[in-house]
């Protein structure tokens, strides 16, 4: 069973458009949901996360758009630019505790192409 | 600020032949530090975790081993490596306290 799914492989986008990704989870004690970057050869950067209790979170052109209720989110990337072609994965963890264990799980990635 | 270097950048190994990958974390006491594998093009999935110096848990078995010598070191082996052990290595550090975890820049390893 998927617990994380990323409803797109991949995405083609012109630039200055707005690229949307999406994003559901199976799983209702999931609480953190961060959002990595991965360019080809390179560890994946954390771009922007948000909590269970939030249903928006903006940083920049970056904007995650959740809803508890359906179990989805989506992430917004305003004014696409060519830099922004690469592997976005949605991600999810929780319940929060300080066990250390804090398993993260992935969906499988959204490759995102901005056509200059 | 806290950097994370792992080594080596990648390997070309044979089948059969013994695995040492290491990952070393500068600036940050005592962080919590993972192991994934990510095969080409695919996701990312965790191997392993630990919480302090010697110890260990597994997340999923794939006939490697890990270990914490030092607060700052965190080590990925395996004595024979598989085929399928061919895929991208990375270490991931997170803080006490805070649910998001930061990536290294991996290590490419390549089986045949």
């Known amino acids: 069973q998927q617990q994380v799914r990323q409803s797109s492989q991949s995405l083609t986008v012109w630039e200055g458009e707005t690229a949307i990704l999406n994003c559901s989870y199976e799983n209702s004690a999931f609480d953190y949901f961060p959002w990595y970057q991965q360019f080809p050869g390179e560890g994946p950067a954390l771009l922007i996360a948000?909590?269970?209790?939030?249903d928006k979170k903006e940083d920049g052109r970056f904007t995650i758009f959740f809803n508890k209720r359906e179990k989805n989110l989506s992430l917004h990337i305003k004014d696409s630019q060519p830099g922004d072609s690469a592997t976005y994965f949605c991600a999810a963890s929780g319940p929060s505790h300080d066990s250390g264990y804090n398993k993260l799980t992935f969906g499988k990635g959204t490759v995102l192409l901005v056509s200059p | 600020a806290q950097t994370i270097h792992q080594w080596p950048v990648a390997e070309i190994k044979a089948v059969g032949s013994p695995l040492s990958l290491g990952c070393t974390i500068k600036g940050k006491s005592s962080p919590n530090l993972y192991w994934y594998w990510q095969a080409t093009g695919g996701t990312l999935q965790q191997l392993f975790y630990s919480i302090t110096v010697g110890q260990v848990e597994s997340v999923v078995q794939l006939n490697l081993s890990a270990s914490r010598p030092k607060d700052d070191q965190f080590i990925l082996s395996t004595e024979k490596l598989l085929l399928s052990h061919s895929g991208f290595y990375l270490c991931?550090?997170?803080?006490?306290?805070?649910?998001?975890?930061?990536f290294g820049p991996g290590t490419r390893l390549l089986v045949l």
């Open positions: 991931a550090w997170r803080d006490w306290g805070d649910d998001t975890q930061y």
């Open positions: 948000i909590r269970s209790v939030s």
